[in-house]
């Protein structure tokens, strides 16, 4: 494995729950002054902010700026990137890149969100603000969105490939078996394979166990020079994303992602193969998605990422790990789950996953896809042991 | 309350953006082909095409909540675009004919309806990946003035 080019000094996250009764900028402060604290730094030290401008901090439109301002806070970086769940994500790449050039030392990226409070979002999906220049052509059709569009992908892959309701379920399995062993997780009952098969269709095929959760939540990750080693901190030593499409009319395909560009690179850059990967963390919006970015990371061949889950792999004890935390199925899902990937890789990678720990990963991979048109931005985050 | 089919005379053409330099179509119309930097001309047409894939909604936003379950497909039509339309008994690699159509809680929406040659389509080779990605443009260079 090649050396660092970047380190993950704290980690933390706030407020996950169904109704927090808090407000996402006190959530987002509480995040960041536990992620600092958690590398043993203070607010001093840093001299960046990444908050997505899907933080619904309100009203967001600034919101790295709005957290400086809370936290009192002057900052030498500011970043506010918007690629739907992968943004944290495709943030970490951003911070990696402004340190290696010396535009600043320190960078926290921030999420929060209080969505499940506001009641914002329903299985029955939102539609995009009226003042987008597609929505009148994405819309008369009467899909949800986003859950329309992975069902639509979905269905494709069963058509293709031979995916079967039961492999969707597997993924939701997998996910709530871990959750079982994490205390932070929103729902910790595991799920049999009868109360999946009863779940009600909320856009065919995907049942409501197929969806993630709505929850409240914020998430921190201190970002730092791959000098600034710490006897707890993450080395990032591989990572890469891409963007494609913004709405699903444009998708070149529905069942192939440009993971399979990102995953590659990443590892390529990190100096590893896919068998020195001890642990993924793979977005889980809906259970389609991880079984396409097994395949398209390269896990299983084209097609096979169902009987790859079903197989058990992913479970504890199995080869590959997969959602550790119980992903965004069980863990928690307040919108831009991107950065419980990394909190969670973090974790694992210091042996500090308590019940879920899993012996030695070694190489972890974060991978998110995000945007809602089935992964129109991807972005691959490989990481080391300690130091 | 499922969506009734309208009969197949009765689709309306749709308009989509055309740019003549490079053949690309556009759904969603705009007046600038991007890749090739030319402006393109409005046509309209009752459009051909293939259900790339389906979904049965059965939990919707407040506007269509009184219709679910309701079929959407996402079709890839003969020139190039990609819709999002009603439709009812067709399923996924159908060939199907698009147009516009009154259809009750929705308004006047893009309708798929089964193409009258579809048996004879599903005898053909299944289509592969869609091909906007993979025809070039005539000529990349001269679009850029």
Known sequence: MNGPLAQITGVAESGVSFESGRSAIELAAQA??????????TLDDIDGLAVSKGADLAPADQPSLELADYLGMTIRYSDT??????????????????????????????????????KERSLGGHRRADTHHIAPFERPSGLPFPIGVNALAAARHMWEYGTTLEQLAAVAI????????NPGALVRTPLSPDEAAASPVISSPLRKIDCCLISDGAGAVLVEAAESTTARSVGIAGFSDCHRQYSVLSAPSLTTTNAARTGPEA???????????????????FTILPIVLLEDLGFCEKGRGGPFVQDGHT????????????GGLAHAHPGFYGIFLAIEAVRQLRGEAGERQVPDPRVGLCHAAGGGAFGGSQVSIVMGGPG | MSTTAPPLHDLEPIEVAHC??????????RRLCGPCNRTTVPRRAVLDGIVYSLTEVHRANVAQREAVPYL????????????????ADVSIDDRVRVGLAPIPLFGIIPYSLKHPNNLEHRNETRPSEFPRDVAPPRDDKEGIE
Not at chain 1, 32 to 41: E, I, M, T
Not at chain 1, 82 to 101: E, F, K, N, R
Not at chain 1, 174 to 181: E, G, V
Request: with cysteine.
């Open chain 1, 32 to 41: 960041a002054l536990d992620a600092v604290a958690d590398a043993g730094r």
């Open chain 1, 81 to 118: 990137t918007l690629a739907g769940g992968a943004s944290p994500l495709v943030q970490i790449c951003h911070a990696i890149d402004a340190i290696a050039l010396g535009r600043c030392r320190r960078v926290l990226v921030v999420y929060s969100s209080v969505q499940a409070s506001r």
């Open chain 1, 174 to 181: 997998s996910d709530r078996t871990w959750a079982t062993r």
């Open chain 1, 267 to 285: 590892m390529g850059m990190a100096g590893v193969t896919i068998n020195d990967i001890g642990l993924v963390q793979l977005y889980d919006a």
């Open chain 1, 315 to 326: 479970l504890p004890g199995g080869r590959l790990p997969m959602n550790t935390q119980g």
């Open chain 2, 20 to 29: 003549e330099h490079c053949a690309r179509s556009y759904w969603y119309p």
């Open chain 2, 72 to 87: 959407v497909a996402l079709v890839r039509c003969d020139i190039g675009v990609s819709i999002l339309t009603g439709c």
